[in-house]
């Protein structure tokens, strides 16, 4: 069954950093578009990033661009987004989830449990 | 920028049907999926590619698509069906859109 395992939340400050990561199995990674999705507190779905299967395109949403920067280790199956200078809205659960492998407008067919990262002084 | 809205909270009696719209500019001429996320959990593609149902999940979940609008159709609703429920689309090639989500109620 595939599996998508996120790490690496926690509190941060206000300006700092984070790195988190999301670790695939029980599926060709490296065949695979990836995504990540955030959800703050009580709050709906946000799409944030994208990586081709080879991580050689990336797009963001326009609220984090410039902050988030995604991109993912296919030899160690391994997908990453680091965040940079966070603010307190950015406070959520983030979620990877994986992009179908259809021709057009794919749905992100499996999603990992989500880590929650929380922005606070 | 694209966006997709979708009702707030929408209520259904056990055993009809609830059907929970999604609106967007010529959503129509776009791709529409849908998930269901219960508190606590990560979300499930219910319906993708307008329509279409991923393995295992139960028949009375369709999908449709026409104009502006997207409908997601739960028949025959069942208390498990009571959820939180997103559609989603993508507003380009490389960019994805979700809609606000709408609370399921089942009483």
């Known amino acids: 069954q595939v599996q998508l395992v996120e790490s690496g939340g926690g509190v941060v400050q206000p300006g700092r950093s984070l790195r988190l990561s999301c670790a695939a199995s029980e599926f060709r990674f490296s065949n695979y578009a990836m995504h990540w999705v955030r959800q703050a507190p009580g709050k709906g779905l946000d799409w944030m990033a994208a990586?081709?299967?080879?991580?050689?395109?990336?797009s963001y949403s326009d609220s984090v661009k410039g902050r988030f920067t995604i991109s993912r280790d296919n030899s160690k199956d391994t997908l990453y987004l680091r965040l940079n200078s966070l603010r307190t809205e950015d406070t959520a659960v983030y979620y990877c989830?994986?992009?179908?492998?259809?021709?057009?407008?794919?749905?992100?067919?499996?999603w990992g449990q989500g880590t929650l990262v929380t922005v606070s002084s | 920028s694209y966006e997709l809205t979708q009702p707030p909270s929408v209520s259904v009696s056990p055993g009809q049907t609830a059907s929970i719209t999604c609106s967007g500019d010529?959503?129509?001429?776009?791709?529409t999926c849908w998930y269901q996320q219960k508190p606590g959990q990560s979300p499930v593609l219910v319906i993708y590619e307008d329509n279409k149902r991923p393995s295992g999940i139960p028949e009375r979940f369709s999908g449709s698509s026409s104009g502006n609008t997207a409908t997601l159709t739960i028949s025959g609703t069942q208390i498990v069906d009571e959820s939180d429920y997103y559609c989603q689309t993508w507003a380009s090639s490389t960019s994805v859109v979700f809609g606000g989500g709408t609370k399921l109620t089942v009483l």
């Open positions: 990586i081709s299967f080879d991580g050689s395109k990336t």
């Open positions: 010529k959503l129509g001429d776009k791709y």
């Open positions: 989830a994986r992009e179908a492998l259809v021709a057009v407008a794919a749905p992100l067919d499996y």
